[in-house]
């Protein structure tokens, strides 16, 4: 299927022809730019003469940042508004406002954020956003408990299992992160100077534990996970703000294991590590960022065993709880470790590293792939959050 | 839906209606009869005049042991036909031949073999069934193998996932094996004798196992498997045929655990073995009993180490297929443990404990769930079948 591609020209007639936008903004006096910086679709600011405005996501047919040599089906705005959707039932405060879905034209609608920043971004700068982490493990649990085994019935589960297919961008995840790291693969760049370290990653087990993660992708159907929840994928407000942080880009949504959300959180905070550490950032600064980590597994874990006595089987015991968060903690270490090395040896690089100096950007990139290679190798012994700081 | 309830009377013009069973049989000389004796359907075996035959299965929209107090839906007619084609697809000589569905009617039909017998019956006679196990092995192997991440490609297995939903089936499972042994639950019965084991059931860790396992069962979407693999699923021929053994009811089919198929063997064997042993059945006949774990095992292990190669997926290692190996198992372990626990404390009882009298009834019961228990417990801990014995 394909839709008419919107411009800024365009966009005004097609906002005033949605029922489901009627009245947010003033269609008459609409100022519009686009600013996708993503990798995959349109996405445009539409603001009004009263200053009333919206962002309007329209996903693409291919991948934008390789261009329309490498097609993608336009099914994936679906999948983000299954995502936003189940944020809006369970976890409504960790979003932009979020005015739903023209399935037809394949856009989404959301409060416009463009006045916050994204957090990776913030990081980058060595700003520092209390409660940001907090809000993301809450966030990443709320979601995990309601629309998993726990908050949802047995005939529920199964219905929404069935139908949060994201064939396309699983596939992108399962060969971006859990294969061409691994192997000879044209997409995989790297300063040739990291060439060394590079190639030991495809020595002694890593492979054999990316391969078991790979597996745990894509067969445990747990929950409607984010499935990209990166330092890139959640805005933070202006520091005086009281507001925390708000996730997004929510297009790889599916049905798969919440460690991944949760390692994704934590391979990210480790790139963030490594700049602030080859910057010499100040050592407040680098002690919140390594703290981050416990900071989203106490709120996720927090979160959950409140959530718990809510379950909807009883089946599910205390016991099996603690068993099932030291797993989850475990596979997320795993998790966490091979995102964070994509982002040096794969296709989409992160700006943390890829924007210092070339000296420092060396020193930055050995330490996440030492750190990260002892995480996914390491992950069955690790207790907390503790044991996971930048090596 | 609700379809027309064949009957005696009504399937020699039904056969004669169906374009995919013309020429099977000469319905012009057909002699029916109805004889399911499971649970949930219709099965009639049809014979013409010159000995053709073929067995004509309908789901009812209740549960036939109960009655239509207990509704059902009939689409679990469909959930067999996607477990038959996949065996006619990866493993065409393990089941009787099949004919197919007709969709509207909510019926399969399929090679008759009512000259065979049902495994569990021949096991309950004392009688040595060679190469039955190893068959059993194999299927589960080869189906483990071609409908899952080892022999569909991503996009494949995702919509081989999502079209195979059998979510009442399922509930069945998950409420009957996981949940009410261990709870009171009023479809649950037993002799009163029994009444201290069964309670003890619920004291300990046993109960956080069952949780753990029936989290695997509902989430772990690896391969369509058969679902409800006891012996009673099995056909076995005359002993002096060449054949070994044709699997049938395959209407627990979905996307879960391998190791579920496995231990359900496991399980079953073990029913099998308490009975020999408190009729005292011949040392070798015992022995024989005891060794089908390991020659089941044996066959799946292997069978899957010969079609390890043609893997689609070659991110997947050696190294990782040991270990799925292991884990596979080791859950197995667990799975045939509770499927043995169910047979003594639920609602569906087994013909190998039921038709004995009263004191080796219990001494049976007694022993398997101390050793079904063992099995639940201490999985993590086994390296092979060996350590399974009755205890």
Redesign the interface.
């Known amino acids: 299927m394909s839709v008419p591609v919107l411009t800024v020209a365009t966009v005004p007639d097609y906002i005033a022809s949605q029922p489901h936008l009627a009245g947010l903004v003033d269609v008459s006096t609409l100022d519009v730019v686009e600013v996708g910086d993503g990798n995959l679709n349109l996405v445009f600011i539409v603001t009004d003469a009263t200053g009333r405005s919206l962002t309007l996501k329209q996903s693409l047919p291919y991948v934008r940042m390789v261009g329309e040599s490498w097609p993608l089906s336009q099914d994936r705005i679906l999948a983000e508004d299954r995502g936003y959707r189940a944020a809006v039932q369970f976890s409504p405060g960790s979003i932009p406002e979020y005015f739903g879905l023209d399935e037809p034209a394949r856009t989404i609608a959301m409060q416009d954020l463009s006045a916050w920043t994204v957090w990776r971004r913030a990081l980058n700068d060595g700003r520092v956003h209390d409660g940001v982490a907090t809000e993301l493990g809450r966030y990443v649990a709320r979601i995990g408990f309601g629309t ?2 726990f908050g949802l019935d ?2 529920a ?3 929404a ?3 949060a ?1 994201n ?2 961008l ?2 992108i995840t ?1 060969d971006l992160i ?2 061409h790291p ?2 000879d693969h044209p997409d995989n760049a790297w300063d040739a100077a990291l060439t060394p370290d590079v190639l030991s990653l495809r020595e002694g ?1 890593l ?2 534990e ?3 993660l ?2 745990i992708f ?5 929950a409607l996970i984010h499935g990209d929840l990166h330092t890139g994928s959640v805005f933070v407000p202006d520091e005086s703000s009281e507001e925390t942080a708000r996730v997004f880009d929510i297009e790889f949504a599916f049905y798969g294991p919440v460690a991944f959300d949760v390692g994704s959180l934590f391979g990210n905070i480790l790139l963030a590590e490594a700049r602030a550490a080859v910057l010499e950032r100040p050592a407040e600064f680098r002690l919140w960022l390594a703290g981050l980590r416990g900071e989203v597994w106490t709120a996720f874990e927090t979160e959950l065993r409140a959530l718990w006595p809510n379950r909807v ?1 009883p ?3 205390d ?2 709880l603690d ?2 968060l030291a797993q989850t903690f475990s596979d997320a270490v795993g998790f966490g470790g091979l995102k964070a090395i994509r982002r040096i040896v794969g296709l989409a690089k992160a700006s943390d590293i890829q924007t210092l100096d070339e000296a420092p950007r060396l020193e930055a990139a050995q330490a996440v792939l030492r750190t990260a290679r002892s995480w996914v190798e390491g992950r069955r012994g690790f207790t907390g959050t503790d044991d996971l700081r930048l090596s």
């Open positions: 998993s085994a047995s005939a589960l199964k219905i299992q069935d139908n297919a064939p396309e699983c596939k399962e859990f294969t691994f192997t087990g492979v054999d990316a391969a078991e790979k597996y894509m067969t445990r159907a747990e089987d089946a599910f015991t016991q099996f068993r099932w």
